[in-house]
């Protein structure tokens, strides 16, 4: 467990690229906001690709939402290093009701 991560995401659609944008903001004191990859769909699942700095290394990352109409699971996955993605964090929300 990493411990509570705290974040809010602004994607908005990007009609020349035909891709969404993201912009992300974490509680990470050394970057806290930043734009973050480019997001499209695939089928069910909403795609966002980025490059992160892990290492010193320049490295893939690809997050995957799914959605229920009550919650949502998002699946944070980094390349190893030969195009094989890695899921090693999982996260889960779930729509308070009013």
Same mark, same amino acid.
């Given at each position: 467990?990493?411990?509570? *991560?705290? $974040? ?5 659609? %990007?009609?020349?690229?035909?891709? &969404? +944008? ?12 930043? *734009?973050? $990859? ?5 089928? %069910?699942?909403?795609?966002?690709? &980025? +490059? ?47």
């Amino acid at each position: 467990m990493a411990g509570k *991560l705290e $974040g809010f995401l602004a994607f908005w659609w %990007d009609d020349n690229a035909k891709l &969404y +944008d993201l912009f992300a903001c974490f509680n990470n004191p050394l970057r806290p906001c930043s *734009l973050r $990859g480019t997001a499209h769909w695939e089928g %069910d699942t909403f795609v966002n690709d &980025y +490059d992160e700095t892990v290492d010193g290394k320049k490295t893939a990352w690809r997050d995957s939402f799914t959605f229920t109409p009550t919650s949502h699971t998002l699946i944070a996955a980094m390349d190893m290093g030969n195009g094989t993605m890695r899921p090693l964090i999982t996260t889960r929300g779930t729509r308070r009701q009013n």
